[in-house]
Structure formats: structure tokens, C-alpha cells
């Protein structure tokens, strides 16, 4: 088993380079995932249990708590959310998320490696069940990372690092299962997690100097990000090989 250590400099120099020839598509890409789930939530808004200024008036509420310490206020805020929104727009908004999500990170990851030359929807061209594992190990990686969080910060920022390529390894091996990828995800970034944590904060570096940039700056930054994230799977696939 080999020992790679990660690069943050040369991961993102990697990913900047890509993002020359790749980077505007996949930042329509990403404009076009915020915009099908907004008109897909939009479309099935009737129903809600709560007025713009109630649900104004309890997230200030729920920010106190929460700014006091308040535990409870967790509970309050998904209470919150399920009043507040009606529940078959947002389970298909939250389907076309997870659907376009998973089109994007295939994408990168074929751009990276080579399988895909140019940008291309054959990245949607999965098997079902690949779909499913994606998500469903989605989901308990960051119920996992969540659960972390709230026993203290630490631990969960360790959990992020180790487990956040659990939903990579599934795409380019789509008969590996939920337990293999996130024990592969374990292996890849052993002795790594400064540097993924380091790679993080400069991401999030990035989103923001994006946001700066207006709109168009916000998703070409999360193109980088997308493809910053797809290098450093390839540089640390290795280790658990």
C-alpha cells in the first residue's frame, strides 16, 4: 500500500489548469443545478404551513438560541424547515440535487482522469443502483460527520477529512458497496487529514472570493472546487490500493 501525501498547492494549481479549458460549462453546470431545484421547489411551494415573515421572525428566534447555547434550538430549526416548506417539492427538489450532484462529481472526475475529454452528459449515464449507493453513502457519511460536530468540532472535522471521499470512490466503481467505499475513503487519507483539512479552508477561500466576484465568479469558483476535490481523490487513490 503506497503512502501519498497530498499537495494542496499542487492539487489546486492542477485543478486551475483544468478549469482553463473545462471551467465555464461546468460553472453553467452548476448555475443550471441551482436553477432546476429553485423552479422544481417553486413548482410545488402551495402548501406551506408558514408566511415569509413567520418563518423571518422564528429564524431570528432560532439564532438566539443557538447564540445562547441552546441545544434545543437544533430541534426547533428542523421543525422549522418541515413547516415551512412543502414536503413533495422539497424530497424532488432534494432528488434533482442529489442527481445533478452526482452528474457534476462524475464529470470532474472524468475530466481529471482522462475518460471524458470534453464536457459531456454522458456523466449522468449510470447505473441506477449507482445513483442509490451514492446517495444513501451521502448521507450517512454526513450523518456520521454531523454527529461528530455535535460531540465537539474536532472529532467532526477529523470524521469530514477521512470519510469525504467515500462518495467518490462509488462513482468510477460502481460495484462497490457502501461499507467498501467508505472504508476505502479511511485508507486514502490516512496521514493526510492536515493537508485535506488545509485544501478545505483554501476552497472555502475560493467560494468566497467568488462570491466577491458576483455570480458568475460563485459558480466558476465551485467548478474549481468540484475539480479540486476530483484531483485530490486520483493523488490519494493510491493509498488504498
Not at 470519510?163 to 468510477?172: D, K
Request: hydrophobic fraction near 50%.
Amino acid at each position: 500500500m503506497a503512502n501519498v501525501q497530498l499537495s494542496v498547492g499542487n492539487t489546486l494549481s492542477t485543478a486551475y489548469d483544468i478549469s482553463k479549458k473545462h471551467g465555464l460549462l461546468l460553472a453553467v453546470a452548476l448555475l443550471g443545478e441551482v436553477l432546476i431545484t429553485y423552479l422544481i421547489q417553486t413548482a410545488f411551494s402551495f402548501g406551506g404551513g408558514l408566511s415569509q415573515s413567520e418563518i423571518a421572525d422564528r429564524t431570528q428566534e432560532i439564532g438566539e438560541q443557538m447564540g445562547r447555547g441552546d441545544t434545543g434550538a437544533i430541534v426547533e430549526y428542523f421543525k422549522l424547515l418541515s413547516q415551512s416548506s412543502n414536503p413533495i417539492g422539497s424530497a424532488l427538489g432534494n432528488i434533482a440535487t442529489f442527481i445533478l450532484t452526482i452528474f457534476i462529481v462524475n464529470l470532474t472526475l472524468g475530466l481529471v482522469s482522462g475518460r471524458y475529454q470534453s464536457f459531456t452528459l454522458d456523466a449522468f449515464k449510470l447505473p441506477f443502483l449507482t445513483y442509490v449507493k451514492a446517495v444513501v453513502v451521502q448521507l450517512l457519511v454526513g450523518a456520521i460527520c454531523l454527529a461528530g460536530l455535535f460531540l465537539c468540532i474536532v472529532p467532526g472535522i477529523y470524521l469530514v477529512c477521512r470519510l469525504s471521499y467515500a462518495p467518490y470512490a462509488i462513482l468510477p466503481e460502481p460495484d462497490l458497496d457502501i461499507i467498501s467505499a467508505i472504508k476505502k475513503s479511511w485508507e486514502m487519507t490516512t496521514d493526510n487529514v492536515l493537508p485535506i483539512f488545509l485544501l478545505n479552508l483554501a476552497c472555502s477561500g475560493i467560494m468566497i472570493a467568488g462570491v466577491l466576484c458576483c455570480c458568475v465568479g460563485y459558480f466558476y469558483a465551485g467548478a474549481i472546487v468540484y475539480l479540486a476535490s476530483a484531483v485530490s481523490y486520483f493523488v490519494l487513490k493510491p493509498n488504498a490500493e
